[in-house]
Every structure is written in C-alpha cells, then in structure tokens.
C-alpha cells in the first residue's frame, strides 16, 4: 500500500487532495489565531455575573470543541462543564448556566433542539456558527454569536470551535491568563506545522511515519485519562472522517479493566490492528508503568504497537500538539489509501434521508 503514493511527492499530494484537506490541516495555527481575535474582539457578551456551569452543544466535528473546553478549563474556572450531544439537555441546567451552542453549519438537527432547550431552561447562550439556522435563531433572540467563516468541513474549523468560546469565558472573569497561554501553544503549533507538514520528507516526519505504519490497518487509539483521552477520541473520529477506516479509542486506566481482555489472542483480525498509545511524556509513573505493561502484553496480540509520548510546556500545547499530530496523520493515510479526504458522503446520505423522513 505504501507503494501506491509518494508522501514526499508535493505535486503528487496536491493532485490526491482535490478538497485541500492537508492544507487546511496546515494552516490551523493561523486558525487558531484568528479564533482568539474573535473571542476577545466579540462586542456583545452573555452576562458573566452568577455563572455557577458551562454547558457544550453540539454534535460531531463541533462537538470535539466541547471536548477541549471541559479537559483544559475544567480546573482553571472550578466550574463543572458538561458536553451534550442530544436533542435534549438536562433540567438541572439553567439560569446559572453559559450555554455554549456550536454548530459549523448551523444546521444541526439535534444542536438546534437543544438551544430550544436551553432557551427554555433560561440558560445564558454563546453561539458559534457560520451561518444557517442556528444564527437566524440567535439574531433572532439577541444572543451573543461569533460568526465563524464558511467553507470548510466542521472537523477543520476546530479551532473555530472552541478558542472563541474560551476568550469569552475569560472575558466574563471565570478565569484568567488561558488567552496567554493559546497564543503561546499557537506558536507550538507552527513549529509542529513546519515539522509534519508536506514540504518536511518522510525521514523526519513522524506524521508520515505512521501514515505508513498504518496504511492497510485497523487503527485502535489509547489515551490516558484525561487530556490524552480526548486527543484519542480526536485521532478516532479523523481516521474514520479523513481516512475513510473503521478506527476505535478508549482510555486508560479504564481499559485495563475490561477491552484488554477482549485481545485474547492473535487472529486474523487482531493482526491487522495496530495500536497507538498516546502518553504524557511526564505522566503519572503509575499511569506511565500501565501504559508500559500493556502494551507489552498486546504486542504479542496485535499487528502493532507504537507508544508516542506526547511533549509540550503546557496541558494546551499537549493536548492540541496531540490533536495536530493525528490530525496529520489521518490526512496522510487518507491519500496512502487513495482517497480523497475531505468528502463525507455517508454523513450526507443519512442526512439527506433524515430529511426525506420529517
């Protein structure tokens, strides 16, 4: 398979990537840049005074935003955030809850039912979209909106996604100092960018490397508790929305209690398996000897194990240097498998005939 493209080959990737997926991955410092210029530039504010929760909602590529919010500003603002991805939201919320609504279309069906939920339960909203119903709607009732440019896929507007919404959070005074720190793991990324980006040849190119470890795989992704667990999801949902792949995650410690137990033994399937660990390079020693311990164990189970440890000075330069990294990946092995990365017909097939169904 890794015969069938060569990733050090620009014009050839160009020609693989008709949606330009690798240079939306690319350019997600720039990104993320300009999301905190939202946020902190955004002239209408909820009212922060009394905010005792945050609630998230939103589904898929919007939804990971949510994900982010709650691992890296849970402890900063000492307030329970929650992610909800349903039609209904929980009556506990309400007045005292920031509702942040995140849809990249604003289309979404079931993010659109739970802002009427959140409308009814009196929760203060936050929007982020770039158009559709979702800001018609929130035009419409004066909420706060910060409107996010169109034309890419929800998955590549992740920093759109969250990093407006954290401004804001810091702006109503829930917390300080985190808007410093984006800009400083902004930077991060942009080494990272220049590092596992396509001009950067396969001999030093992790994100390449493991590209072609995986071409012809089954990815299973393993993060630990916490910060890595939602880098895992991340690396799961872009295999299966970039690569086009049947990918799986789950967490540690967690796993070691029940899905470890599921690699019985080495079979037809499990040898096309290969396992990624995703570990804090200063990790916890236990968590670190667990990480050790099983992936020993599985090796003798599976096609292959690879243990990435992951860097950074801050819990966000981790995190999102993570999320970037499998955000590479999945786009390099999407065109090792000949397919275009950016389409997501089956999304909009079962879209389409939801919409048949009323």
Not at 310 to 334: H, N, P, Q
Request: charged residues 25%; aromatic residues 6%; proline residues 4%.
């Amino acid at each position: 398979m890794e015969d069938r493209v060569n990733l050090d080959d620009v014009m050839e990737l160009e020609q693989r990537d008709p949606g330009n997926m690798l240079a939306a991955v690319e350019s997600f410092p720039r990104q993320c840049r300009e999301a905190l210029r939202m946020g902190r530039e955004l002239a209408d504010l909820p009212p922060g005074e009394g905010i005792s929760r945050i609630a998230y909602l939103g589904m898929g590529g919007s939804a990971i935003g949510g994900d982010i919010l709650r691992a890296l500003l849970e402890e900063a603002t000492g307030l329970p955030i929650s992610v909800h991805r349903s039609y209904r939201l929980p009556a506990l919320l309400g007045p005292d809850t920031l509702a942040v609504a995140a849809s990249y279309s604003g289309n979404t069906e079931e993010t659109l039912s739970a802002y009427d939920d959140a409308i009814y339960l009196g929760c203060r909203l936050l929007v982020l979209t770039s158009g559709g119903q979702l800001l018609e709607k929130a035009r419409g009732y004066r909420h706060s909106c910060v409107v996010i440019p169109a034309g890419l896929q929800p998955r590549a507007a992740l920093g759109y996604l969250f990093l407006p919404a954290a401004a804001v959070i810091e702006r109503l005074g829930l917390m300080q100092g985190f808007v410093r720190v984006s800009y400083e793991a902004v930077e991060y990324l942009e080494e990272k960018a220049t590092e596992w980006g396509r001009i950067s040849s396969t001999a030093r190119n992790f994100a390449k490397q493991m590209a072609l470890r995986l071409a012809g795989k089954v990815p299973v992704v393993y993060g630990t508790e916490g910060l890595l667990g939602v880098a895992a999801y991340r690396w799961k949902c872009q295999f299966n929305e970039n690569s086009k792949v049947p990918a799986f995650h789950h967490v540690l410690p967690e796993m070691n209690h029940n899905e470890i137990v599921g690699w019985h033994r080495a079979d037809e399937f499990s040898r096309r398996v290969e396992v990624v660990f995703l570990l804090e390079e200063d990790a916890h020693p236990r968590i670190a000897k667990r990480v050790e311990i099983t992936a020993d164990i599985l090796r003798e189970k599976v096609g292959g194990v690879t243990v990435i440890r992951v860097g950074g000075r801050t819990r966000t330069e981790k995190l999102l240097g993570a999320i970037y990294l499998g955000d590479f990946v999945s786009v390099y092995l999407a065109l090792l498998n000949g397919v275009d990365p950016t389409p997501v017909e089956s999304i909009a097939l079962l879209k389409e005939r939801m919409a048949r169904g009323g």
